[in-house]
């Protein structure tokens, strides 16, 4: 019985022009032989040029002795994990509750805590939430209620401060979002305007800015010459593409703060 002898390496070569870039990776696993004659830079140099040419010139005018193969292989990687669809957030809104509160000096003028899963998040799908204010509250324990909402006077709204709270529930973490104190815009019968830069998850990176701003607003109305608050806006914005952030990418950004990577 006559043995079939495997192809020359010129024949291999001249098939290999004719394949793509992933069947000749696989091909070259066949045994020692086609692995030299489908590495050739003869073969990778016009499919690294073409794919991915920033690595080709490193070849060229760097390193001579890396293969073209091996500079597409580490493109090929490097375009794979940006394309990667980020994992799924740990947390959910529904376990996470809101908790804003106004102040002005020391005294808490406005309180509003929410779960998650009572928020009604833009439709769109950003992170972004609209609260209404009831003017008066009932104290916890207590069939007692107070105002809430009335800010004082125009010309006294550069004293307030302004904190927003996201707590992991069970009390597992906490993160403050703003604690923003004198900084807010105001516009007579509109609305108040608060915003503070957020800081980076320094559990996965060590940049000092994170290129997130909370934003807060407030929506009021006058009564007797008075601020009165009766809804409450927030979010988190990108100052890159000055957009709000998705609710996952925020609920991302939000767990390495109240479920860091290290515990």
Request: aromatic share 10%; with cysteine; glycine share 6%.
């Amino acid at each position: 019985m006559a043995t079939v002898s495997p192809p020359p390496w010129q024949v291999l070569v001249l098939v290999s022009n004719h394949l793509d870039p992933k069947t000749l990776a696989k091909a070259s696993c066949v045994c020692k032989s086609w692995s030299i004659s489908m590495s050739s830079d003869q073969i990778w140099q016009p499919l690294c040029s073409t794919h991915y040419p920033s690595l080709s010139t490193l070849h060229t005018c760097y390193n001579p002795t890396v293969s073209y193969r091996r500079l597409y292989a580490l493109g090929h990687r490097a375009n794979n994990r940006r394309l990667k669809q980020p994992s799924k957030p740990r947390i959910s809104l529904n376990n996470i509750i809101f908790a804003l509160n106004i102040y002005k000096t020391t005294t808490r003028m406005v309180t509003l805590v929410k779960h998650g899963s009572q928020l009604s998040f833009d439709k769109k799908g950003v992170f972004r939430f609209d609260i209404d204010v009831e003017q008066w509250q009932r104290i916890p324990g207590s069939a007692t209620e107070v105002k809430n909402g009335d800010l004082g006077p125009f010309d006294t709204l550069g004293d307030l401060r302004v904190t927003w709270d996201v707590i992991l529930e069970g009390f597992k973490g906490v993160f403050n979002v703003m604690n923003c104190k004198g900084k807010g815009r105001f516009v007579l019968g509109l609305e108040g305007w608060f915003s503070e830069e957020l800081p980076p998850p320094g559990c996965c990176s060590s940049d000092t800015v994170s290129g997130l701003v909370a934003d807060l607003r407030l929506g009021l109305k006058v009564e007797d010459g008075r601020a009165v608050v009766e809804r409450m806006s927030a979010g988190v914005l990108s100052i890159v593409s000055w957009r709000y952030l998705f609710v996952e990418d925020a609920l991302r950004y939000l767990q390495h703060f109240l479920s860091p990577c290290d515990v």
